[in-house]
């Protein structure tokens, strides 16, 4: 799987996350929470960025300048693929966990909201996948939608402000079936009601991926009215030479053998 890993830049950091990382980080270093994304052409309607609460974080340093909040695991796959300065190798500054972040304010590349977006819990985050790191397009992701539909509900029992998770949803691609806001209609039509239906979330997902890369007109950006199939590397190559942005590969995953 070729990621597209995107940096998003701490503005001001959650009290509890300040603490963990205090003294650990030069002082005027940037850090980066970094999430991998197969959808970089959505990368205009980020309007948060998940991490797991429970899953614990290290700060990774990729130079005097600049530290990423990553998984150890997706630490030692970007070891291999030239993102550290010595190959095979990354240094842990700091661990933090998931929880501690949230309420960080984050700047994200492309994004309509320029002010920033917050780090807030997504108990779905995989720990075994991408960097454990999630950026939020709830216009183009059921799952995305269906979380901030529920953090903005229950903003009280997540410790959150309900705010935060209601900054607006724009549209950023069109389809013939799905209209211009392909989430929040897959996740009407299919009866989602929470995250937690996660069964429903996987065909709507599924659903999503197909209508949005074979169908999809983008509805915003440098390439609006292109068709997404063409957009998609287009803003992925600018993300990556405006340095907001690299190329994460996963390793294949070890298929095991039936007979073994
Ligand atoms: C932004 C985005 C916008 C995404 C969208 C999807 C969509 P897949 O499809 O299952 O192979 N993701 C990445 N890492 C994790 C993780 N550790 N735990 C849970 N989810 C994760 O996975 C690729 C997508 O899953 C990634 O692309 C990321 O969300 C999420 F409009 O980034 B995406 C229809 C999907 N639309």
Redesign the pocket.
Known sequence: ?EYTALKLKVKEWAREAEKAIKGKVPEGADIFFV?????PE?MYGQTCCFVGPKITYGVFKVSEKEFYVITDRAARNMSYQGVFPKNGVCEKVAEILGSACVGTLVNAPLSVHKDGVRILPME????T????V??S?PS?????FATVTDLAKKAEYYGIRKEWAELEIVPIIKTPTYGDLT?PFLVKKLKIASPKDTKQLEEA?EL??KE?FYQGVMVIGEFKCEKVEVAKPKVRQQLLDANEGFAYAEPEKKVVSRSA
């Open positions: 799987q999430p991998a994304t197969l959808r959505t779905s985050v995989l720990p996948k991408g960097t454990g999630v950026t397009v183009d992701s059921p799952d995305d989430a997902k999503a991926y949005g």
